[in-house]
């Protein structure tokens, strides 16, 4: 009996020796912890996208203002998620003409200038969405923007030392079309084990590092992408899974999540993500349409929304983070809200209580995937 399990345990190990990816698989899976992920309600304005330092140093604040909420709560991110559109905008920054439509001074560069008058912008009394300049510059500008979101992006996620989803920047194409693209960044170099899983359509503007792991068009454009932008449709065939410490994720951008063929379409997950820029005033029941309506029919059952916040180029961008079990809403978070300031003393009173610091990001922990065999 004694030599068979000698026996036994040699080829255990002589299997592990000869397969050194499933010996990594083993790693990257830790037996019963979940994924802690951070899903940050971003908020855009003008002033972070006047230069590649001041988005930079938006990102790093929203960023260093998680991890301590995070660490407050005794946890650490192993993944942050940032809305539809939060590195969309810097292109802005490189345009020779102002937008038309807003408040700075006529053929200012940039967006500088673009403060407004306070309650007139979005949906509260200003004239409109800004109108976009000629569509040879905006591509320029765009180009321009591309790599130098990636360096930004490609820079903090490894000094963080934990993957980003970075929302969505506008991509233009070697045929002058525009596509709206969402980028993940892995924080650990070198694919390491419980890194992300690079996928096959990793984008060809990755840095020499390779933080840039996967990228995913937008394929239902919204009605003002298609009337400003004239955005290009991705195709749902080029949707894939990506993998974190054992966790199979996946994605879609806002209006695709309103499209039901993603129910069959995306594989089983332990996680579908649904990154939005809500320009509509939020209502309860446009966010049920979305992906708490696809879960229940897709063979994933857990989900997480985070949306956009400010107001940027006539657009007022609202909606909360949610994470949810097929259409219940486990946990959400509106931003801007804060827990209340007074409590009931032992005596039934009414006492003031130190104003609790609204929370930053809505940090959930997903449960662990089943090992085989359980």
């Given at each position: 009996m004694v030599f068979q399990m000698i026996s036994k345990a040699r080829r255990f190990v002589f299997v592990l020796f000869l397969f050194p990816a499933l010996n990594a698989a083993l790693q990257a899976r830790p037996a019963g912890e979940p994924l802690t992920v951070a899903a940050i309600p971003f908020r855009v304005s003008g002033s972070i996208y006047s230069s590649p330092q001041a988005f930079a140093e938006a990102v790093n604040t929203a960023l260093d203002a998680m991890e301590e909420q995070a660490a407050e709560a005794g946890l650490s991110p192993q993944l942050a998620v940032f809305p539809e559109y939060s590195s969309a905008f810097l292109a802005l920054s490189h345009l020779k003409s102002g937008i038309s439509g807003q408040s700075g001074t006529s053929g200012q560069s940039g967006i500088s200038g673009q403060s407004g008058t306070s309650g007139q912008s979005g949906t509260s009394g200003q004239s409109g969405p800004a109108a976009l300049p000629q569509r040879e510059e905006l591509l320029a500008a765009l180009r321009w923007a591309y790599p130098e979101v990636i360096r930004i992006w490609s820079e903090i996620s490894r000094e963080r030392e934990y993957s980003i989803l970075a929302g969505t920047t506008l991509y233009a194409d070697a045929r002058g079309g525009i596509r709206n693209r969402a980028l993940l960044f892995s924080g650990r170099p070198n694919n390491r084990p419980?890194?992300?899983?690079?996928?096959?359509?990793?984008?060809?503007?990755?840095?020499?590092?390779?933080?840039?792991?996967?990228?995913?068009?937008?394929?239902?454009?919204?009605?003002?992408?298609?009337?400003?932008?004239?955005?290009?449709?991705?195709?749902?065939?080029?949707?894939?899974?990506?993998?974190?410490?054992?966790?199979?994720?996946?994605?879609?951008?806002?209006?695709?999540?309103?499209?039901?063929?993603?129910?069959?379409?995306?594989?089983?997950?332990?996680?579908?993500?649904?990154?939005?820029?809500?320009?509509?005033?939020?209502?309860?029941?446009?966010?049920?349409?979305?992906?708490?309506?696809?879960?229940?029919?897709?063979?994933?059952?857990?989900?997480?929304?985070?949306?956009?916040?400010?107001?940027?180029?006539?657009?007022?961008?609202?909606?909360?983070?949610?994470?949810?079990?097929?259409?219940?809403?486990?946990?959400?978070?509106?931003?801007?809200?804060?827990?209340?300031?007074?409590?009931?003393?032992?005596?039934?009173?009414?006492?003031?209580?130190?104003?609790?610091?609204?929370?930053?990001?809505?940090?959930?922990?997903?449960?662990?995937?089943?090992?085989?065999?359980?």
């Open positions: 419980g890194s992300v899983k690079p996928a096959a359509s990793a984008d060809s503007a990755a840095p020499a590092g390779g933080e840039l792991l996967y990228v995913q068009d937008k394929v239902f454009p919204g009605a003002p992408e298609e009337r400003l932008l004239n955005l290009q449709s991705g195709r749902m065939a080029d949707a894939r899974p990506f993998h974190i410490n054992g966790f199979t994720l996946v994605m879609t951008i806002c209006r695709d999540t309103y499209h039901s063929q993603w129910e069959t379409v995306l594989p089983p997950a332990h996680l579908w993500i649904d990154i939005k820029a809500n320009e509509l005033p939020y209502t309860p029941g446009y966010y049920a349409e979305a992906l708490a309506s696809r879960l229940p029919g897709s063979p994933t059952n857990r989900g997480l929304v985070v949306s956009l916040q400010g107001e940027l180029l006539g657009y007022r961008f609202t909606g909360p983070c949610q994470y949810l079990k097929n259409d219940t809403v486990l946990a959400e978070l509106m931003p801007n809200q804060r827990p209340p300031a007074r409590s009931p003393s032992a005596t039934g009173l009414a006492t003031e209580q130190p104003a609790p610091k609204p929370a930053q990001a809505l940090i959930v922990q997903v449960p662990a995937p089943r090992l085989p065999g359980r």
